[in-house]
């Protein structure tokens, strides 16, 4: 669990990274943060023949603390602070999301949970 957390975080600090250092636009470079966080993930799931859990309702946020590691990264960036700074600020964000998500048993939304609500 751990393990696949401090990945997470790596990854979406490299997605990220790459992504700016290509000038792409903000929507490109989160969504390559998304793409590489989550497609080792997917992959893997595929492998073991697990439902992957980032396509599922129920599952552990993932995607999420992706997202708010690669916009800590760019919040960074925009302040001009050096690399490493700018790479911890981006996994310690997406680590630090996903452990409270896990220890207060946070899980993904869906549309269907707020309809049932209403």
Known sequence: EYGDTLGLGAFCVIGTMYAARMGCSYVII?????????????????????PARVLHAHAEVY?????????????????????????????MTCVSMRVYA?????????????????
Do not use: N
């Open 102 to 118: 896990s220890s207060h048993d946070v899980r993904m939304w869906s549309l269907p949970q707020f309809i049932q609500k209403s």
């Open 30 to 50: 989160m969504l390559c943060c998304l793409v590489t966080c989550t497609g080792g993930g997917i992959i893997r799931d595929t492998l073991l023949r697990r």
């Open 63 to 91: 995607a999420e603390t992706a997202l708010g590691g690669g916009s800590a990264y760019m919040l960074a960036r925009t302040m001009l602070l050096p690399l490493q700074y700018r790479a911890l600020a981006g996994m």
